[in-house]
């Protein structure tokens, strides 16, 4: 028998991460690419559409509707996370005590699953018998239909976003800040600047290409946002949480439109890649000059 | 500009770690002064109670005889500039301008003042460029243009010069020496290198382990160095040292090493009272050598010969004994024969516990 050689093994592990992206990344996106041409619904059989399917996605105003919404959540919810993450950041700089335990606290929500997250909020905001409505009612604010009326239930996914993801920038902008050297906040305080603003021109530029990441990182999550709002409203009432990814959902696996299914995904991977594209050239920028 | 006073300062780190032990310092109105001393000797302490960044266990800190101990930098309206270059992320014009900025110094006057700083530190040439993309030398002179742009009580300069290149060195050392003479600013200078202390400060503080060991003139310390410490320290390399005692013979004071003995008849009333262990100290560049015999000297077996710039350093054994001496032009070469003398007015005489004596 002829002996494998070394070199043959060699190439043949080196195929593995072929395998694999082969497998497991282009396959499945190709399919995707191919089957957003044909008109395929659960139990029938593919029949080829050419772009009927795009035709129909930028006809659709659920579609408009969704991107809309998905759009207005992200930066929603990714700049409320900078202003209160990087307003906790600086908190916890100029805290002196109990740094630790604010940490802990912090990281809480971080650690949950997001499905859990939206089942918990779900309760939370029940308008009849939730918490956030009996805290409301205790300082005379009279309770809202949360998850009932469309702009509340929009609002609602928001603060649970907010809520799960502020932390997140909170510690990683601290960890950036702790690794800025000491001279300059001295220097900045001797130049006569306060602490505030020490913190907004001289601290925040510094750690700018990390801010980037964190602004990468929270913008792809907020646009594919599924499980936490899927829990908490199923992307109702309506389509007031309808977002990009529960909209591919709904119309994959609850009507089964396969095929107009994958064409929304190909625009969603087109969407996602230049995002991608512009905020690493971003980041990369940043951290070039760094 | 002010004259500062720390009195009787002590500042202890935690609980045990004394950095530094009851400093008296005055820096006089408008002089340039010189912390110098090794690493950890309290030199950074001293300076960061000064600018307020550091509040001392003890003691009090004057400006113009005002007790300051309680105030903050801001208040005591200093200008540091640290060993670590500090540079903002910004242009070099928004660099220097920003604590102008931040005193909300008319527009007009900001750009005035910053192009005046820049042109005299030389970097006007780059006022639009971003400051963290400069060599470590010309963001050291933006750092330097930011502390001299106000007008500030003292200028504290904290090692500035460590992390630049030699060429930047000496230039930043004749702008800073220029400027101080314009300006007559009081200025204070941390460093551990003795050639920028002498050749920049009136005066020089010489620490060690948080010791104020000896306040003087740069000559003073050369010449008269107080204790063994000082006169060690203080030169490259410093003065050498051996332990003498003193003899009579045929009516002469000799301080006898064993090896050799230097006449010091002249001075000897003063060191009969401190017995006879005692430290002779001489400079290498002090001692006279010579590759022929003469009169009065004694022979040496030279060991080494290194070229120290223009100078040569050759070390001369004589018994247990080895001499440093630093001499500008010799025919002496490794293995000859010298001859040495040491010149009775250049030994200095200290006591066993490392105190001058003459």
Redesign the interface.
Known sequence: MKKISFRSKTLFLALIPMIYLYGLVIYPFASVIYYSFFSYDIGGTPVFNGVGNYIQLFTDPQFYRTLGLTLSYSILAVGAEFLFGIGLAYLLVHISRGRSVATSILILPLVMTPAVAGIIWRIMFDAGFGHVNFYLSLIGIPGQKWLIRPTEAFISTVIVDVWQWTPFVTLVTFAGLTTLPVELVESAYIDGASEFRTFKDILLPRIRALLYIILFLRVIDTLKIFDTVYTMTGGGPGTATTYMSIFNYLNLMTFYHIGYGCTIAAFFIVLMNVVVTVLSKKAGAALFAA | MVEIFLDNVTHIYGKEVKALDSTTLRVENGSLIALLGPSGCGKTTTMRII?G?LRPTSGRVYFDNVDVTERS??ERN???V?Q?I?I???TVFENIE??LL??KVPKEERIKRVKHAAELMGISNVLNQ?A??LDPGTRQKV?LA?AFV?QPTVFLLDEPLTNVDPQTRLELRKIIKELQKDLHQTMIYVTHDQAEALTLSEKIAVMKDGKMIQYDTPEALYDKPKNTFVAWFIGNPGMQFFDVSLKQSDGAFLLDAGEFSVDVSNVSGQLVKYGNELKLGIRPENIQVSSQKKVGWFNTKCTMVERVGNMHLLTLGKGRLEIKAKIKETDVREGDTAWVQFPSEKVRVYSKAGELII
């Open positions: 600018a960044l930098s801001q200093v200008a540091m640290f670590f500090v903002y992320d910004k920003f604590p931040v005193r971003q963290r993309k750092a930011r106000r």
